[in-house]
């Protein structure tokens, strides 16, 4: 019961396991740039701005293509 | 002070949002309640929101000692990925890769599984019916709720957030109290859509603010995200929808 209800909750958060990992990903290598002052906040905000999108339509993507293999 | 665009949006978006998951308890509700009875449907949902009630009491309290940085860097990163998957899984739905949610073909299942299911009762009461109606209210109140926080812990809205989710489940609740039928020609789809883009929107701008990105215009730069994550859904619908076609 509290094993189902944890991956339900899980569940909320993560569908495609790997549009999950990017976003930790991309959140982790921009947090580290800011708590290092390795990149200006600009830099930061374009590399969120681009990547986040990037990860979205590479998933959408891939699973678009994994339709049409399994056709 | 938030503006009127930060008011709007996250207004917008917490009713928006909230209505879905209400959409998708009521079914299951209803199905409870035509297939076991209203009372084990009535007096698990009631569990279910006392249940609620009191985890947001108890963890509630616990957002206003954490720090707003902190605060605005987890709830962004769980709204980015709240949002994304939202978004990612409405585009699938738009081309026709993944069926669309279809309110009434989950209320048959439910109604048919429900009537096969056998009765396990103590007390008299259907406890199958009742742990039915509970799970799915707790389940989608819980989204609610994370809804609530993701589009109005960030900038201390979180009553105009409750109030648009709060609004949404009383208009879905009425309707479901006077049809008894599952709100089957709500356009789904095309509000988890739109909720999909202003979730992750609100996701990218949180992020970016606690890492200390000093957003050009403010708040206004989430309409900019919005109009980032729109044209990149659409997009990617333009591009698959013609190839989903020639497949079907």
Redesign the interface.
């Known amino acids: 019961m509290i094993a189902t209800a944890v991956k ?2 899980i569940g ?5 396991e790997l ?2 990992a990017a ?2 990903v991309v ?1 982790a290598l ?2 580290a740039l ?1 708590f290092f002052g390795a990149a200006p ?2 830099v ?2 374009l590399v ?2 681009l990547a ?2 990037a ?3 590479a ?3 891939r ?2 293509r994994r ?2 293999r399994s ?1 | 002070m938030p503006n009127l665009t930060t008011i709007i949006s996250v207004a917008g978006a917490s009713f928006a949002a909230s209505f879905v998951e209400a959409v998708e308890a009521l079914t299951v509700v209803l199905a409870v309640g035509l297939a076991r009875g209203w009372r084990p449907a009535l007096t698990g949902a009631s569990a279910a929101l006392l249940a609620l009630a009191l985890i947001v009491a108890v963890l509630g309290p616990l957002m206003s000692v954490v720090p707003i940085r902190g605060l605005q860097f987890v709830v962004g ?2 709204t ?3 949002g ?2 939202w ?3 409405a ?2 739905r738009a ?1 026709g ?1 993944i069926a669309l949610h279809n309110e009434d073909a989950a209320f048959a299942r439910e109604t048919r599984e429900l009537s096969e299911a056998g009765r396990r009762e103590a007390y008299g009461f259907d406890w199958v019916g009742g742990a039915t109606a509970f799970k799915i209210v707790l ?1 989608e109140g ?2 609610v709720a ?1 809804i609530v926080i993701a589009v109005g812990a960030g900038r201390g809205l979180l009553g105009l957030a409750s109030a648009g989710a709060l609004a949404a489940c009383v208009v879905v609740a009425a309707i479901g109290a006077a049809v008894h039928r599952p709100l089957a020609r709500v356009p789904e789809n095309a509000l988890k859509f739109a909720v999909g883009v202003m979730l ?1 929107s609100f996701g ?1 701008f949180w ?2 603010e606690s ?5 050009p215009g403010g708040d206004a730069a989430i309409l900019a ?1 919005i109009v ?2 729109l044209a ?2 659409l997009g ?1 619908v333009a591009l ?1 929808k013609p ?2 076609a020639a ?1 079907a």
Do not use: N, Q, Y
């Open positions: 339900e909750l909320l958060f993560v569908d495609d549009l999950a976003i930790l959140v921009v947090s800011a906040g600009w930061i905000g969120l701005a986040l999108p990860a979205l339509a998933s959408v993507l699973s678009a339709a049409v056709e | 990163v769980l980015l990925l709240f994304l998957r978004l990612r899984k585009i699938l081309v890769i389940m819980i989204e994370f992750s990218l992020t970016g890492l200390g990105v000093g957003w995200f980032l994550f990149v859904a990617l698959l190839r989903a497949l």
